[in-house]
Nanobody, 117 residues
């Protein structure tokens, strides 16, 4: 059974940094997952994709966070990270990790990120 557990969220002042972690079990991300991504959902807004990393290690980051956020993977720890720098109040949201394994999407429970002014 595939499980994804996010951590690392919290309250931070604008301009600060956080690193989110997504630890996977039941799957080897670098081999079995076609892609692993970070999404976020702010109150009253639709869930949006933030960044993805493919099994081959290619990354895509959405324009609104480009230059500030970086997605990476540690194969030994079976973990995907989202390094978030220069955080802005508009980055406030629940951040979710998702992995596509054999064409099925799995989601974590989410971690709250709150950026204060």
């Amino acid at each position: 059974q595939v499980q994804l557990v996010e951590s690392g969220g919290g309250l931070v002042q604008a301009g600060g940094s956080l690193r989110l972690s997504c630890v996977a079990s039941g799957v080897v991300l670098s081999i079995d997952a076609m892609g692993v991504g970070w999404y976020r959902q702010a109150p009253g807004k639709q869930r949006e994709r933030v960044a993805i990393i493919t099994s081959g290690g290619s990354t895509i980051v959405t324009n609104s966070v480009k230059g500030r956020f970086t997605i990476s993977r540690d194969n030994a720890k079976n973990t995907v990270y989202l390094q978030m720098n220069s955080l802005k109040p508009e980055d406030t949201a629940v951040y979710y990790c998702t992995a596509t394994v054999r064409f099925v999407d799995y989601w974590g429970q989410g971690t709250q990120v709150t950026v204060s002014t």
